[in-house]
């Protein structure tokens, strides 16, 4: 079979299309797949048993599998107080890909967290479905994750998806709907597994006063962990102190 020889010491060089139309290549320790433009690459060492995940030359959550997930809550000093305190408050997640943070929260709180994003969770749960068997041993629980990742944000139950920001920005009726709604905004996309083309063309400004619409007043805005988190105060942000 051909899973076997990827995984195996021999390596095939090659390609190969599935029965769900997803495009496979092979090359030595390199595996990537494509569909709907969406590339998955998987390349792999066996020697320091370190693996690098991207999708559209983006890295996921998990840079270096079977290595500390840097993307997890736990790891970010603000998101760890936020789920001390959930309760009721309405969590939205503009570009949370497939990091850890809003299906944490699904479990946690009884309020749905919203989603604004772009990415196409079926395909990505596909390619990450198909490719699984194909990595090492040692790496398939990781990518197990990601597609459970996939799965969370894609049940309505559990997380509302509200579209992209380019959906958002384009609709009024949306937006008038969505203003004033969020208790705690999390913005990734300043987050190096970001995929760039969810800003195209959107300025900076025009992204900050989406953020400070959507907040509640005393709403709060995280960024990356190195950014001080704003408080919506009177209508306008104000760095928050400590």
């Known amino acids: 079979m051909i899973y076997s020889r990827f995984i195996g010491p021999k390596h095939l060089t090659g390609g190969w299309v599935s029965e769900k139309g997803i495009i496979c290549k092979v090359k030595g320790s ?5 569909k709907d433009d969406y590339d998955l690459f998987y390349h792999h060492n066996e020697n320091n048993l370190v693996a690098n995940l991207t999708l559209n030359y983006r890295g996921l959550a998990i840079i270096n ?10 790891n970010h000093p603000d998101l ?14 503009i570009a949370a890909g497939l990091g850890e943070f809003i299906p944490f929260v699904s479990k ?9 994003e772009s990415l196409a969770y079926d395909v990505i749960t596909e390619l ?6 194909l990595f090492l041993k040692h790496h398939r629980e990781d990518a197990a994750k990601l ?6 944000m894609m049940d309505q139950d559990k997380v509302q998806i509200i579209g992209s920001l380019q959906d958002v920005l384009g609709s009024p009726k949306l937006s008038e709907q969505l203003f004033g709604t969020v ?5 990734n996309l300043n987050f190096p597994n970001t995929i760039v083309a969810q800003t ?18 005393n709403g709060i805005r995280y960024g990356l962990p190195t950014e001080k988190p704003l408080v919506k105060m009177k209508g306008r942000f104000v760095v928050l102190e400590r």
């Open 108 to 116: 946690k709180t009884a309020v749905k967290p919203l989603v604004i």
């Open 65 to 74: 599998l079977n290595s500390s997930q840097e993307d997890h809550p736990a």
């Open 80 to 93: 760890r107080e936020i789920l001390a305190h959930l309760g009721s408050r309405q969590i939205m997640g």
């Open 183 to 187: 208790d705690v905004l999390i913005d």
């Open 128 to 133: 990450l479905d198909y490719a699984a068997p």
């Open 147 to 152: 597609s459970e990742n996939c799965r969370v």
């Open 30 to 34: 390199k595996l990537s797949l494509s």
């Open 200 to 217: 195209d063309g959107i300025r900076e400004e025009t992204l900050r006063d989406l953020e400070l619409r959507l907040l509640k007043e």
